[in-house]
């Protein structure tokens, strides 16, 4: 191998030339090279599908939801009728029923 450090910083630089380094000073014994950030379309895009797009469809299903409405009435003989969501109306009967209906 040659021994001139010269000859050994020029080919070390040109190697990392090859790989997209940019040099920004050189001395006869030392170099300071610089590789630049790049932009990576592709990653910006993996990105913006697995983090953006579950989130848009989130917040869609979010607006399109409502909230559950229940209505509890007993009467004088202990019936218990429920109204969810105000067109639908489930009664039981018996005082102090303990379960829910099924959903």
């Known amino acids: 191998?040659?021994?001139?450090p010269?000859?050994?910083?020029?080919?070390?630089?040109?190697?990392?030339?090859?790989?997209g380094y940019q040099v920004t000073s050189e001395t006869a014994r030392s170099a300071h090279l610089v590789k630049p950030k790049r932009f990576s379309v592709m990653w910006a895009?993996?990105?913006f599908v697995l983090a953006v797009v579950p989130f848009v469809i989130y917040v869609l299903?979010?607006?399109f939801k409502w909230d559950h409405h229940i209505?509890?009435?007993?009467?004088?003989e202990g019936h218990i009728t429920r109204k969810k969501g105000l067109s639908q109306a489930i009664e039981t009967?018996?005082?102090?029923?303990?379960?829910?209906?099924?959903?």
């Open 1 to 4: 191998m040659d021994s001139d």
């Open 6 to 19: 010269e000859a050994i910083l020029q080919a070390e630089i040109k190697r990392y030339v090859q790989l």
């Open 45 to 47: 895009i993996i990105w």
């Open 61 to 63: 299903f979010y607006m």
């Open 71 to 76: 209505l509890i009435t007993v009467d004088e």
């Open 93 to 103: 009967a018996g005082p102090k029923e303990a379960t829910p209906p099924p959903s």
